[in-house]
């Protein structure tokens, strides 16, 4: 586990008022690390994201390669970071590329066809399910949870509501 990373997030809006407002503050976060290849190629992109944060906040978008290979060089071995991923299927190729989180928390995913709504924001598939059981079986803890005011749903519950 990297000590430096407090908080793994999965939220398609990546860097918004929830995020900056509630979770940053939650872990005290000194840096935000949006992973994503695509944004990571956007530079314009990226940096609407990096002027989101507030004064202060050092955010970097990196792909998800250079993303394993700093946290490989224990450059997130200190501080207090917050990575956030886009989507599920990113974070399962950070895991299954060898960086092991304590736990992965999923905050907000929109609706579609094949998608069921397990928290309200928050809506996955059978995708997803396989995608988050890969990244709980590989030690980490999976939850939902839209704010720290609410109260998290485990993954088990959430399969539930997929499998119906």
Do not use: C
Request: hydrophobic fraction near 40%.
């Amino acid at each position: 586990m990297i000590d430096g990373i407090k908080l793994v997030r999965v939220d398609f809006r990546l860097i918004h008022g929830q995020v900056i407002t509630k979770w940053s503050n939650t872990i005290s976060a000194k840096e935000i690390i949006v992973v994503n290849d695509q944004l990571s190629k956007d530079e314009y992109m990226a940096e609407i994201y990096i002027m989101a944060a507030p004064p202060g906040m050092k955010v970097n978008v990196l792909s998800i390669n250079d993303f394993v290979t700093q946290a490989k060089n224990n450059t997130y071995a200190s501080g207090n970071v917050l990575v956030l991923f886009k989507n599920i299927k990113d974070a399962r190729d950070t895991v299954d590329l060898g960086i092991p989180f304590k736990q992965v928390q999923v905050g907000g995913l929109g609706s579609g066809n094949g998608r069921t709504s397990v928290v309200k924001g928050i809506s996955i598939d059978a995708a997803d399910v396989e995608n988050l059981t890969a990244i709980q079986n590989s030690g980490a803890e999976v939850s939902f949870q839209v704010t720290p005011e609410e109260q998290k749903l485990s993954l088990e519950k959430a399969s539930k509501k997929v499998r119906g």
